[in-house]
């Protein structure tokens, strides 16, 4: 059982190496203005087209009146954290680039866009609304690495002015200079957050905890490592709920999926591979599942790895490419069922293979240890 599990956990690492590698960048732009400011609703106008164009997923942004009937409390801390003196309307790209010449127009944006967007960040991020005002900020690191997270939320505001600020700065969720995180390779953080005001939309980013010394320059960058925003997309996890007397949740299965229950005892944690048989002939059903076992609590987004390997080339369900895997969710004390490939029947004239195998095991977060029992099972085919 020890060189199983061995192999296993090398096979997934071995995955993990191969898919490690910078992960895409959100470009992100930070916008300082003011309520008496002539030239700032020229910059703003651009800056909100440039956001329209490039959209949620490519583009963050957060503008903040520094000073004015509507300024968010401590812009203008955030601001010196930048220059030695703030003037409107400025625009610092990924924290390290000052935006020059105000009033900046729509070209500006795109030649920062351009040259930031290609950089490599250590992690990915999303933030995700789970309603009623509370966020989670998703982190998944490809690398180790530690920085500060800073939460903005925003609106859209109309001034006086006529000029519009699409994402207008409401509240700091978190301190102006952000909160310390670290992360280690593989290793997924998921941080909530509760916005008390009105605001459409929430901004995260995480700067570098290494500040440049500006010396005499009124600029001194610091580096955003990876940046947000909630209209970007993406959906929280929804907890399972523990059952209550009778009722107890039942796997949904899809058409075609064996639907009663193999005789297959739940009484530790851990996987358990089902298909028909272990050798197939034309014609013959193939299906795919997985059962997993809980006996302890609640447990949440717990990577569950499937992988088939052929003579040594692996493949990671559910796309069955060079490294994938499940999140899944175990109900306190409840077996529940993973469906990896539906009911079909086996091809003819496929030829024959032996020894290919799948296996099954969940691992911690940092996908460095098996989190119960795995299970392999050994298949074949011909005519």
């Known amino acids: 059982m020890k060189r199983i599990v061995t192999v296993f956990l090398a096979v997934v690492m071995t995955g993990m190496a191969a898919s490690v590698m910078a992960a895409p960048r959100t470009v992100f732009f930070e916008h300082f203005s003011q309520e008496m400011c002539s030239t700032c609703p020229i910059t703003a106008a651009a800056i909100t087209q440039f956001r329209a164009d490039y959209g949620y997923e490519d583009v963050a942004i957060i503008s903040y009146w520094t000073q004015g009937s509507q300024a968010l409390p401590d812009a203008n801390n955030r601001a010196m954290e930048f220059y030695d003196e703030v003037l409107t309307p400025s625009v610092v790209c990924d924290g390290v680039y000052d935006v020059p010449e105000p009033p900046q127009e729509y070209a500006d944006f795109v030649a920062a866009y351009n040259a930031y967007s290609g950089s490599s960040s250590p992690c990915s991020m999303s933030v995700l609304d789970c309603g009623g005002g509370n966020y989670t900020i998703h982190i998944e690191a490809e690398s180790a690495f530690s920085g500060s997270l800073i939460v903005v939320a925003y609106e859209e505001y109309t001034d006086s002015h006529g000029a519009t600020y699409a994402c207008f700065g409401r509240q700091f969720v978190t301190p102006y200079s952000g909160e310390s995180i670290s992360a280690t390779a593989g290793q997924t953080l998921d941080i909530p957050k509760t916005v008390t005001v009105g605001h459409s939309g929430v901004v995260a980013w995480i700067h570098d905890n290494a500040k440049a010394d500006g010396g005499s320059r009124r600029f001194t960058p610091w580096a955003v490592l990876q940046s947000a925003d909630s209209h970007a997309g993406g959906t929280p ?147």
């Open 237 to 383: 996890s929804t907890p399972t709920p523990t059952p209550t007397g009778s009722d107890t949740p039942t796997p949904t299965t899809p058409p075609g999926t064996p639907t009663a229950t193999p005789a297959i005892p739940c009484d530790d944690i851990g996987c358990t591979i089902d298909m028909p048989s272990d050798y197939f002939r034309g014609g013959d059903p193939f299906y795919l599942n997985i059962y997993l076992c809980n006996i302890d609590a609640v447990q949440y987004e717990v990577p569950l790895f499937v992988i088939l390997d052929v003579a040594g080339a692996l493949f990671f369900a559910p796309s069955f490419t060079a490294f994938d895997k499940y999140d899944v969710i175990l109900p306190p004390n409840e077996q529940i069922l993973q469906v990896v490939l539906p009911e079909f029947n086996w091809p003819s004239n496929v030829g024959t293979a032996s020894g290919l195998k799948f296996y099954a095991g969940m691992t911690n977060s940092q996908m460095s240890q098996l989190f119960g029992d795995l299970d392999m099972a050994t298949f074949g085919w011909g005519n």
